[in-house]
Each structure stands twice: as structure tokens, then as C-alpha cells.
């Protein structure tokens, strides 16, 4: 069974006026968005730009805005953001210069998230996210569950894919150039979860300070409802100005 | 005198690995990529930082090159691995039998490998079917194709290499019978560039065959593609194998929060547009249930396909075939300064790049040793900076 | 590098005012805005009117009768319910701002927005009744 979409795609080259370029497919309906902007490439016009690698959400380098919304097209079915008539607007992420159709320069993105001091993979988790269950059939506490052998910590890539949907999805990130921004700010918060000592601790809760840190965002919350890993940034960012609220107070009487 | 300047086609990990160490080596490096890093095979790889275990009985100098490198990429880029080693689970009794072969075999490539007691295998997996026969563990890994290709670039530009994304080339120059350089079409703004190149490297995965029939020559890829299924929720710690011989779905590859299964493998014409089988989805989901029950009522997140650059032997069935890679200097064919590597996985990129990039320095007359075993990778986020 | 495209400064500072396709928290924010400028220019007129006071009952007496006429009594009920909508809200705002509540925050605009609601009718009641 396939289906037949109008894709109405932004476009944009050096030099030139923005448009859109609308672009019929036919894929299968169980195709994602992104499946069906490749068709499109590949069968239609191979100058359209767009950033994809992994197709499974790991890398975050495909977000974009599907009718609007800030989605990954990697993991979104087309039956699911198109009723079957009309076009389906895709355009690139908002809050980042655009450098043509739908790839974006995240040149100052990788800056900030350089600074958050947040490692891609975490080892504070004491187990990894497998739902416990024993082969015996009686539901067990997974902290329970032992390490592999020669395996001294376990580990795993953080929920955080680095994609910038929560960075299109801000309404500060859209009026200040500076705003350290939630992907940042929420990397902040996981790397002071990961710090080996309270020193570090500390110097990362510093980074988090200041007119462009924590203080900066105005509780849209749009971060949290657009972020396809569940990282809750906002929820990340109010913890951090709780920590800096116990310090200054601590630091206030003189402790 | 400037040093000689080397193009690369192709920004998957063998491209971004060559540039890395021929950066390394002191060489002026250009990378054209039609697309973004990693958008090409690898980037829809499966993720596993293979222990060569999938290949110690039938393909072992394949599996050699996999645990040599597997421990060289633990060293050098530590903070982009998961690392909880890997299982190889046998659930019936004609896995089982395949045992003894399992671990003689690891034993001959020098792959690190325990026989684990059941109630063992249970503890530190759960979820795993309850009919399990033996599990046996070797030291699997998990990586992430994109960053692992982002780190090998930010190296290599801090190493003065330059990246050229959304680059598209359409020809290949030449001035006789040598190849002179590449002409391109700069997608971002329209324009087309030409660019000179003391040696151009042909390092396009299953593409590699028509960017070589732009140079004049032939190159035997057959482009094998694969089906893989992401599911949102992980259902296991470690990776998990089937213990047998290679077969469809025969591992199921846990990565943050998810698990993928993998694979399938059939020939097809054109790697830019792969219709994916619905059968295929079907046979990973039956396969996964068998190591990991309740895969199937995982919520689906993500069905991907991409074409492996497989180096054929003619009339071989695809899963006989070698997965080692191969240089292929093209002056045998009567053309010059032109090079392909092909073949491979992401696991061997390093290995991959030594190759062609002591073939490169040969060709060129440098003598300049690889120190990409020990030279740590610099942070992946540095690419974009 | 290509020239890249942005937009204009008066566009990304204004997308907030947008709520199309945007989730509760947004619907939130722009309320919260949109009250406070209300309220803003509410208190303006309200020091206007007060200044007539100075002019003595000729300038006072026949505001009163305005302010005693059903339109501007309807008013008063929309100031009522952008002071209850802002300060209720505020109060949610000041809560999960500091890490209280942060997982509740859409049902906490829902409840809070109901009393809101209800305070509007009971009030708008009290105005029009007496």
C-alpha cells in the first residue's frame, strides 16, 4: 500500500529569494517524513539540501519543522502529521540562520553545548534502562541485576540526541542572540550530575549563572513539550536556579 | 614547497578516517561530501563496535581485523562508546552445537571470550528468552555512526583539513592518463568549482563503482542492502547475538534508550533509494522475539535501510562474502592519481584509512609513518566550530 | 560560507505572540504578556481618572455616572479577570520557576485558570448585582 504526498518544502540559496518548492512522492504508507523528503531527492531535484545520518533518532542532525511543529522526520510516519489532502509544509528549524533549503548552520550550538561540559555518554546511571523482569517470570529491582564481568561501570549514550528542536521551539532563543538556550542549560544540568567532585560541581552551577544563563528563560515551557527524547529541559533549568537559590542563601550566611 | 594535496569523495567513516590520518601525516586534505556527514551508508550503520565474534568460524581475517580494531577505537575515542560488552546467546539446540566452533574460533582470532553459566547470563540480562541454551561474552560495543565520523573530521580540520558539505561531484578531471581533480556542484549556493588534487580518493561506499566510471575505470561493488528496526524502549543491556552461523536478524543492538534489530541483505541497483521490504520488518521482529521476547510489543520508532559497499566475487551468495575491504590503485587500470577503498565496516574505518593512506604517501613519494592507533580524536563538537 | 538567511529581528522578537501549533506552556506565556500589557495600560488610565479628582466635582461628577454604565462596568469584569488570569499565573510561574511542581505545570494552568474563570463569573455577579 502507498501513498501519494505533496510535500511543500522551503527553499532557499545564496543569493536568491526564499520560496517553497512543492514536490509529489509516492511512498509507502508506513514511510516516514524523511523517507518521503529522500524520494523527493532522489526523483525530483537533487539540489535540495537537508541533514540526515542515522534515520533512527540517534544523531539529532534531521530536525526540522513538520507543518510548523519541530519533529525529527526520521521517526515520524507521514500518516501521522498528513490527513491526506493538502500539502505537507516542511521547513528548517527556527532560532538558527539558515543555509540553504532546510540545513541550518549550528556552528553556535555546538559552542554552547561544548561549554555545558555534558559528555554524550552518562555512567552515573547505577543500572541502564532495561525493564526489570526476571527469566523466572517475578518482576525484580534492577539495581539488583549485577554487571557483566571486566565490566567495571556501565554506560550509555545520554537522552539528549543534540538535535536543537528544543533551541527552534524557545521563545527567548528567538529574541536573544545570546541565551545560553535549553539544550545548553539542561547539558549543564546532567554534566553536574556526572561531576566527580562538588568543586566541579560548583564551577558548572557557576556556568549556569548570569544574565544569559537559567535567569534569562521566561518559563514558555516548549522546550520540554517539544523535545522527542524527553530530556525535559525547562524542568532541568528550574532544578539549576533552585541549586543556584540554596547557594547564594548558604553563601549569604556565610557557609 | 606546499605539501601535495589529496582529495577525498566521501564523508563516511572510511573518508573520515583517510582524512584524519593523512591530516595526521602532514598531507593537505580536502573532503567533498554531496550531503551531510555520515548520510550516506554509515550513517544508517548498525551501530555495533563489532568484537569480530559474528565472524571468528568463517570469515576470520575479518574477524581479526574487528577485535584489533575495537580495542584501538576504545582508546581513541572513549566518550562516544557504549561499552558493556556483548552476549552470544545459543536458543536452540542447533545454536548450541555451534558453540564449540564459536569458541574455538574466538580463540584463533585472540577475541577475549567467556562461556557464561546460565543463571549468569539471566542476572545480567533479564529480559533474554528463558529458553536460552548458553551464552557465551565477548567484548561488543556500541557506537553512533555520526559522531563517530564528526570526531574523525574535527581531528582532521584541526589538523588543517577542509570539509566540503553538500558538495556534489560530477566529474573527475584528468590530463591524460592521470587524474588531475574534481569538478563539483556546491549545492548550498548552485556554483560549480573545479578543485586540483595531487591523488583523489575514492572513498564512496557503494557509489564507489560510478564515481570510478567518472574516472575511466572499474570498480567491483555490488551495493547490498540491509534492512534495520529501532525500537523505543531497550530491552537489553549488552548487545546480544544469535550464536550461529550469520543469518537475517541475528542481533539485537541496545543504544541509549532503544534497542535495533539487524539484518537483512539483498542486491540492489540503485543505493540512493531503497524500497524497504515489509517482509523484512516482519523477519526482524520474529528473529528479535526469539533473544529477546517482548521486542515486538515494543513501540516502533524507526525502519531504516542503506546499501553495504560489498566487494564482489562474482556469483558468490551475499553472506559469503568477505566484509574485509580492499585499495584499489587504479594505475593497474592505466589510469593515474586515482585511488578507491571500498568495502569494509565502520568497526575497520581506521584500518581502512592506513591502508589507502599508506598507499596514498607511496604513490606520492612521502614517507610518513600512520599514528592514528594512538592519537586520541578530538571532540566531535569541534566539527561544527 | 554561504550567505545565510535570517530573519528579521522584529520578526524573532514578536513569534512569541504566535500560539498557533504551540503547547499550554506557550498558551501561558503569551497570556501572562498579554494581561500584563493590559494591566500596564489600565493602571495609565486608572492615574488619568484619579487625576481629575484635582478638578473638583465638575470634572469628577459626570465621570462617576460614566463609570456607572453597563459597557464600562463589562470592562471592569475583563480588568477582573486579566488581574486573576496574571496573578494566578504568576503564582504558577514563581513555583515551578524555582523547581516546585515542575512535572504538574500544564495541570497547574488548567486549575489555575479554572479559578480564574469562576472568580471572573462570581465577581462579574457582584459588579452587575449591586
Known amino acids: 500500500m502507498t501513498l501519494e504526498v505533496a510535500l511543500k518544502v522551503f527553499r532557499y540559496k545564496a543569493g536568491q529569494p526564499a520560496r517553497y518548492d512543492t514536490f509529489r512522492v509516492r511512498v509507502p504508507h508506513t514511510a516516514s517524513v524523511l523517507d518521503a523528503i529522500e524520494a523527493a531527492w532522489a526523483q525530483h531535484d537533487r539540489s535540495l539540501t537537508f ?83 526476571a527469566a523466572d517470570g517475578r518482576p525484580r529491582d534492577a539495581r539488583s541485576v549485577t554487571l557483566p564481568e571486566g565490566v567495571a561501570r556501565v554506560n550509555r549514550f545520554e537522552n539528549c540526541i543534540e538535535c536543537g528542536i528544543c533551541i527552534s521551539a524557545c521563545p527567548t532563543m528567538a529574541a536573544s542572540d545570546k541565551f545560553m538556550g535549553p539544550a545548553a542549560l539542561a547539558g549543564i544540568y546532567r554534566a553536574r550530575l556526572e561531576a566527580p567532585d562538588e568543586a566541579e560541581s560548583t564551577r558548572l552551577l557557576g556556568f549556569a549563572d548570569g544574565e544569559h544563563g537559567v535567569w534569562r528563560c521566561h518559563s514558555g515551557w516548549e522546550c520540554t513539550e517539544a523535545c522527542p527524547q524527553g530530556v525535559d529541559p525547562a524542568g532541568a533549568i528550574m532544578l539549576l536556579r533552585r541549586d543556584l537559590v540554596k547557594h547564594r542563601i548558604r553563601k549569604l550566611f556565610g557557609r | 614547497m ?81 561499552l558493556n560488552d556483548g552476549l552470544f546467546v545459543a536458543v536452540t539446540e542447533d545454536d548450541l552445537a555451534f558453540k564449540e566452533k564459536f569458541l574455538g ?161 539483498w542486491a540492489v541497483g540503485d543505493p540512493d533509494l531503497i524500497p524497504i521490504p515489509q517482509e523484512h520488518v516482519d523477519k526482524m521482529f520474529q528473529q528479535g522475539e526469539m533473544l529477546l521476547p517482548g521486542i515486538r510489543q515494543a513501540p516502533l520508532r524507526g525502519v531504516m535501510a542503506v546499501a553495504r559497499p560489498l566487494i564482489s566475487k562474482g556469483g558468490v551468495d551475499e553472506r559469503e562474502v568477505s566484509r574485509t575491504f580492499e585499495c584499489f590503485d587504479h594505475k593497474r587500470d592505466g589510469i593515474d592519481g586515482f585511488v578507491t577503498i571500498s568495502g569494509g565496516k565502520t568497526t575497520t574505518a581506521r584500518a581502512m584509512a592506513e591502508k589507502v593512506s599508506d598507499m596514498v604517501c607511496h604513490k606520492l613519494g612521502i614517507e610518513a609513518e600512520c599514528r592514528t592507533r594512538d592519537a586520541p580524536l578530538a571532540s566531535y563538537r569541534l566539527f561544527y566550530q | 560560507m554561504a550567505t545565510q538567511l535570517q530573519s528579521s529581528r522584529l520578526r524573532r522578537t514578536a513569534q512569541w505572540a504566535d500560539v498557533r501549533r504551540r503547547g499550554m506552556g506557550m498558551w501561558a506565556y503569551t497570556l501572562n504578556r498579554v494581561t500584563g500589557i493590559g494591566l500596564l495600560v489600565y493602571l495609565y488610565l486608572h492615574l488619568v481618572v484619579l487625576s481629575m479628582l484635582a478638578g473638583g466635582p465638575d470634572m469628577w461628577d459626570p465621570f462617576v455616572n ?18 486573576l488570569i496574571h496573578g494566578l499565573n504568576g503564582i504558577r510561574v514563581t513555583l515551578t520557576g524555582l523547581g516546585f511542581g515542575t512535572r504538574s505545570q500544564k495541570s497547574l494552568f488548567v486549575g489555575l485558570m479554572l479559578i480564574a474563570g469562576i472568580g471572573t463569573v462570581v465577581m462579574g455577579i457582584m459588579v452587575f448585582g449591586s
Request: glycine letters at 10%; one cysteine or more.
Open chain 2, 105 to 265: 574460533g574466538c580463540e584463533a582470532c585472540r577475541i577475549p571470550a567467556r562461556d557464561l553459566p546460565l543463571q549468569r547470563a539471566f542476572e545480567v540480562e533479564p529480559l533474554l528468552n528463558p529458553k536460552t541454551l548458553a551464552a557465551v561474552q565477548v567484548p561488543d560495543g556500541v557506537f553512533e555512526p555520526f559522531r563517530f565520523c564528526l570526531a574523525f573530521l574535527a581531528t582532521a580540520r584541526r589538523n588543517g583539513a577542509i570539509v566540503r558539505t553538500y558538495c556534489e561531484v560530477n566529474e573527475v578531471t584528468r590530463s591524460g592518463q592521470s587524474v588531475t581533480g574534481v569538478t563539483f556542484v556546491d549545492h548550498r549556493t548552485g556554483k560549480t568549482e573545479t578543485i586540483g588534487a595531487d591523488i583523489v580518493v575514492n572513498a564512496t561506499g557503494p557509489w564507489a563503482g560510478e564515481i570510478a566510471e567518472m574516472a575511466g575505470v572499474d570498480v567491483p561493488v555490488s551495493p547490498t542492502a540491509g534492512v534495520m528496526v529501532t525500537v523505543g524502549k531497550r530491552l537489553n543491556n549488552m548487545v546480544v547475538n544469535r550464536l550461529n552461523k550469520p543469518s537475517d536478524g541475528d542481533i539485537v543492538v541496545p543504544q541509549r534508550t532503544t534497542s535495533i534489530i539487524g539484518t537483512t541483505s
Open chain 2, 2 to 82: 606546499s605539501p601535495p594535496h589529496v582529495i577525498i569523495i566521501g564523508a563516511g567513516s572510511t573518508g573520515a578516517a583517510t582524512a584524519h590520518d593523512l591530516a595526521l601525516r602532514g598531507l593537505r586534505v580536502t573532503v567533498i561530501e554531496r550531503g551531510e556527514v555520515a548520510s550516506g551508508t554509515t550513517g544508517r550503520n548498525h551501530c555495533l563496535l563489532h568484537s569480530g565474534g559474528r565472524y571468528c568460524v568463517k570469515d576470520q581475517e575479518s574477524a581479526i581485523e574487528c577485535i584489533d580494531e575495537n580495542m584501538i577505537l576504545r582508546r581513541i575515542m572513549p566518550d562516544v562508546l557504549e
Open chain 3, 66 to 83: 460614566l463609570a456607572r454604565s453597563p459597557l464600562f462596568l463589562a470592562l471592569d469584569v475583563i480588568l477582573i479577570a486579566g488581574w
Open chain 1, 51 to 133: 541533514r540526515h545520518a542515522c534515520h533512527h533518532a540517534s544523531c539529532g542532525s534531521c530536525a526540522m519543522r513538520i507543518d510548523g511543529r519541530e519533529k525529527l522526520p526520521c521517526i515520524t510516519p507521514v500518516r501521522d502529521v498528513w490527513r491526506g489532502r493538502g500539502d505537507l509544509r516542511i521547513e528548517p528549524l527556527r532560532n538558527f540562520p539558515i543555509v540553504s533549503d532546510l540545513v541550518v548552520d549550528v556552528s553556535g550550538f555546538f559552542q554552547r553545548m561544548s561549554t555545558s561540559g555534558m559528555v554524550i555518554t552518562r555512567t552515573a546511571e547505577s543500572y541502564l534502562p532495561v525493564a526489570a523482569g
